[in-house]
């Protein structure tokens, strides 16, 4: 049996969003200055910002040399359905009213040397983004299993956790992110991803993305995520908290494992699929880690 680890690599956790919009969208109202001076204010604590304006490129050259935060290029494409987010991008290449060209844009972003995001799966409607379209598709790294924005409208599902273990079971290994999809200030800092990162640089934050070694969250620390003798064991990482919840996940969204204290762990069988852990607060705060999977030869 073999059980893949996406953590089981040195670094920090680096605090980032990935999924903010500016007053160059229609739907925004702050200009980029404000924008990044929000997300670096007092106790915010974000390490990387991308700017996604919808289907177009904000110019980021005036405030590139900024040492508290790494701003990344990005695009939120598509006016209407289907919307996805391309990251660390320098060209904007779509017809923003094609809905039926996402694995040619996909190659396109990818070949810039970026990553693709599903955005919000359950926005406005359950199908927004339906799982038979996702399984479709290739070379997106992750859907965003939560969205702050969408929580905060009460327009639709903030949490698509049900089609994530729906491609997961299916064998499509994506890894699930969590975003403000920031419009206004007072819904800055909800959902954020702690990327696992050897330096703080652009390209070490997005090859660790690549590789699944981050967390997506709702305001949940946690930390010392290893695989030991075929227990994966995961810890609370908020010395403010006196316990969390763990509950571990296997194939088609089945329950395993849940516990309560200040450290889960869960012995594989080996028929699991896959292992993935969410970590949560009575209050309603969640992490979300990437899928463990498991090999069973």
């Not at 005036?62 to 508290?68: E, L």
């Not at 599902?157 to 273990?165: E, M, P, Q, S, Y």
């Not at 499509?172 to 696992?196: E, Q, T």
Request: hydrophobic content about 30%; some cysteine.
């Amino acid at each position: 049996m073999k059980i893949i680890n996406p953590y089981n690599y040195k670094g920090e956790f680096y605090k980032g969003n990935l999924h903010t919009h500016t007053e160059n969208s229609p739907c925004g109202h702050y200009s980029l200055k404000d924008v990044i001076n929000m997300y670096t204010s007092y106790k915010m604590e974000y390490d990387f910002l991308a700017i996604t304006d919808h289907y177009k490129l904000t110019d980021l050259s005036k405030y590139n040399d900024r040492d508290d935060i790494l701003l990344i290029q990005g695009v939120e494409h598509k006016k209407c359905d289907h919307q996805t987010l391309g990251i660390n991008i320098s060209k904007y290449d779509d017809d923003e009213d094609d809905d039926n060209n996402h694995n040619e844009l996909f190659k396109k972003i990818n070949n810039q040397g970026g990553i693709n995001i599903i955005c919000h799966p359950h926005m406005g409607k359950e199908d927004y983004w339906t799982y038979e379209e996702l399984l479709k598709l290739d070379g997106y790294t992750g859907i965003e299993v939560f969205n702050n924005n969408v929580r905060m409208d009460c327009k639709g599902r903030a949490v698509a956790t049900d089609v994530w273990d729906k491609l997961l079971s299916a064998g499509k290994i994506v890894f699930g992110f969590a975003n403000d999809d920031m419009h206004l200030f007072s819904r800055v800092g909800g959902g954020y991803n702690m990327v696992l990162s050897e330096e703080k640089t652009i390209d070490s934050i997005l090859n660790a993305i690549r590789r699944g070694s981050f967390y997506a969250s709702f305001g949940i620390k946690v930390k010392n995520i290893e695989v030991k003798d075929n227990i994966i064991s995961v810890e609370n990482g908020d010395v403010r908290v006196p316990y969390v919840f763990f509950k571990f996940i296997g194939k088609d969204g089945v329950t395993l494992k849940e516990e309560k204290g200040n450290k889960g762990t869960y012995e594989v069988k080996g028929d699991e699929g896959y292992v993935r852990i969410e970590v949560y607060r009575e209050d309603g705060a969640r992490a979300w880690l990437q899928p463990f999977v498991v090999e069973n030869n």
